[in-house]
């Protein structure tokens, strides 16, 4: 990369400072790499348990088991008298006596709130010398965590090897593992290879609900989890991994988080060998965001539900300490990712979530969000590659059914000068039906493509509908191909304007940063409309006294400048209007560059370097107007507007010394189409 896009790489990064804002409140875990991928995904096995974990409470049992159907009701009787004999009473103790590779536990129905592993630290376990989390809890290591195995943990599976854990009711609500908000994990398995999770629910817990790390092969199936401060299902720095007909809701962060996945695509394009993770059949609804990952890298998400969270899906790049950054390989098809408009950060500004967890009402519908994000959003990709997003059914947005934005990696913690600008390039979205319910009813989202601008090889469906901007990269029949495309190092100046205004949120402090749409700014509330008002005050201003003072005399110069104030209208028009602008920003581009370049030649003949640098004004918001809505101008770093932006500054500053000089000391603008008299004697004595 030669030193000038080095350079116009760092200055578009430090625009985006103020994105370090959510960084405290990521989540942070111990140091960990990828497996080396030698593992497989664990199968399901069938024969008897191994361990057995029951009650005692044998009214309460069969009141539990008494609408099975009969055989199943029969089993489970049969088990329970097994159980009495020789099982345990908390799912801990069943996974403390496994003692070899491939066994299994079966969990009969009851609710488990694992009595043994909910007191607080004693001893030792309350003095582990281990870093502070920026969320107030210790990254323990693994020999620390198996020191202390429940400090953090209600259930702590830690090294266990090919360990199956089944619920034996006839649905995933009959088993249900209750951490009470008493501990950060209600199930954390650490690395524990070949684990398999079947028919059982987690929940109420101050972080997540089931925790797999560092593990190679592990299958979630059929599980339900709920009510978390943070995540429902947290896999991390994992490979050869499962989610299928699992549920989650109530969740502060996401439902489904497969950070960190193993980076086996990095350096590859489109065609890739496998997927580190496959998530299918699952529903994650009523949380922050339905599904979300932090460095989700190789992920295949299809033939799920998303919907009724504030956000569908998100992917990012935006965090450090996760392995595998920057975001790469995602592949979504055929989600049905609907109707995420929630408004949870009502419960930030009213005070609930400075509650304690246990008083908050998750079980009623309360969910604390925990980072800043554009609700009403379908899938929103914050710095991320070569993904792809196909044949998704993307309805019912308030907000839009695509957001892609990019993320310098000095955000992440990288500060090499070649990496700056590497996100987001190469995100395919096509084929998505968008707008309408997999029963053909029309369900319009409020715009289909929301696009800070910045990336290369991105492209979109010919078929989307109302985007900003206008003008978007077409994808071609095969994957790669792309028409209209550009290869931009920094997004549109505004766009980027709100993205940092609307990163200064804090959950914690109760943030909600003012002038932000996303936590309900309205009007003249939102920052992109005060932009705009206070470009169109001092334009209109400057404009308006450089006008009385030059070019009042000339008609088409007048003609220009009120096509100029009408276009400052229409601009500010746009940004109230904000996604429904449509073209209204494309022409009020138009006007604004028509009046510069109309002025500007007739400038040229008494400040001739002023006109001059009017008219190119004017052309570059000409090519601006052209670049939002007809086709994005290829081959230049920066897009037409940080340019004019710039150049626009100083045009101001010149139009108040050239208004402000007295009329004498340049020849006054003569019409270009009269001739004009001699002066007369008496006329060349007075001064002009």
């Not at 975001?327 to 979504?332: L, T």
């Amino acid at each position: 990369m030669p030193w000038t896009r080095r350079l116009l790489a760092v200055l578009a990064a430090l625009c985006a400072t103020l994105l370090i804002a959510p960084v405290a409140q990521a989540h942070e875990e111990r140091p960990v790499t990828f497996p080396d991928g030698s593992g497989s995904v664990p199968t399901y096995r069938d024969g008897p348990p191994d361990l057995l974990v029951c009650k005692k409470d044998r009214a309460d049992f069969e009141r539990r088991i008494s609408g099975f159907p009969a055989e199943l009701r029969k089993e489970n009787l049969d088990l329970f008298e097994k159980c009495q004999e020789s099982g345990f009473r908390h799912l801990q103790e069943a996974v403390d006596a496994v003692d070899e590779p491939g066994m299994n536990i079966a969990i009969l129905p009851g609710l488990y709130e694992e009595e043994p592993s909910q007191p607080k630290p004693t001893g030792a376990c309350t003095k582990l010398k281990a870093k502070d989390s920026a969320l107030g809890y210790q990254i323990l290591s693994f020999a620390q965590q198996k020191q202390c195995p429940h400090n953090q943990n209600l259930v702590a599976i830690l090294g266990k090897k090919d360990l199956q854990i089944e619920g034996t009711g006839a649905s995933r609500l009959d088993v249900v593992i209750d951490a009470k908000y008493g501990k950060l994990n209600a199930i954390r398995a650490d690395e524990s290879d070949g684990i398999y999770f079947r028919n059982f629910t987690a929940q109420r817990t101050t972080f997540n609900s089931l925790y797999v790390l560092a593990g190679d092969g592990f299958v979630i199936d059929d599980v339900l989890t709920r009510w978390n401060d943070e995540y429902g299902f947290l896999t991390f720095a994992s490979d050869h991994g499962l989610y299928k007909n699992c549920e989650s809701y109530g969740n502060g962060d996401s439902g489904i988080y497969p950070g960190s996945a193993s980076d086996i695509n990095n350096e590859r394009g489109y065609d890739v060998p496998r997927y580190s993770i496959e998530i299918t059949g699952c529903r994650s609804h009523h949380n922050m965001v339905g599904y979300s990952g932090t460095a989700g890298d190789s992920v295949y998400v299809h033939d799920n539900e998303f919907d009724h969270n504030m956000g569908g899906a998100s992917m990012d790049s935006a965090f450090p300490g996760h392995p595998g950054l920057p975001q790469n390989h995602a592949r979504f098809e055929r989600n049905d990712i609907h109707d995420n408009n929630a408004d949870y950060y009502k419960y930030i500004a009213d005070g609930t979530c400075a509650k304690a967890p246990v008083d908050r009402g998750y079980e009623d519908g309360v969910v604390c969000p925990q980072i800043s994000m554009p609700p009403g959003t379908g899938i929103i990709t914050a710095g991320g590659n070569w993904n792809l997003y196909e044949n998704n059914w993307v309805y019912g947005h308030d907000r839009a059914a695509f957001f892609l934005s990019a993320v310098p990696a000095f955000i992440r913690g990288e500060s090499a000068w070649s990496k700056q600008a590497d996100t987001s390039h190469h995100n395919r979205y096509a084929g998505n039906k968008l707008g309408v319910d997999k029963q053909g009813e029309a369900r319009p989202n409020a715009t289909d493509v929301w696009w800070d601008g910045q990336g290369e090889g991105n492209c979109w469906q010919g078929s989307a509908g109302a985007s900003t901007p206008r003008a978007l990269p077409e994808c071609g029949s095969s994957r790669g191909d792309v028409s209209g495309g550009a290869d931009r190092l920094a997004g549109e100046p505004t766009k980027l304007a709100a993205l940092l205004v609307c990163a200064d949120y804090d959950a914690r402090a109760a943030r909600l940063p003012a002038g932000c749409d996303w936590y309900g700014a309205t009007g003249i509330e939102r920052i992109e409309v005060q932009v705009a008002l206070g470009i169109a005050a001092v334009l209109t201003l400057v404009g308006g006294v450089l006008w009385w003072r030059r070019l009042r005399t000339h008609r088409w110069a007048t003609v220009a400048c009120a096509a100029g104030l009408v276009g400052l209208a229409l601009d500010v028009a746009g940004a109230t209007k904000g996604l429904q602008a449509g073209y209204l920003p494309a022409v009020a581009l138009l006007l604004t560059g028509a009046w510069w370049v109309g002025a500007g030649v007739v400038l040229r003949g008494e400040r001739p370097w002023f006109g001059w640098v009017t008219v190119a004004l004017g052309v570059l918001t000409l090519l601006d107007a052209f670049d939002k809505a007809v086709v994005m101008l290829p081959w230049i770093p920066l897009g037409p507007a940080w340019i004019r932006g710039l150049l626009g500054v100083v045009w101001v500053i010149w139009a108040v010394v050239v208004a402000a000089s007295r009329a004498g000391e340049a020849p006054a603008v003569a019409e270009a189409d009269e001739e004009q008299p001699p002066p007369t004697v008496a006329e060349a004595e007075v001064p002009v």
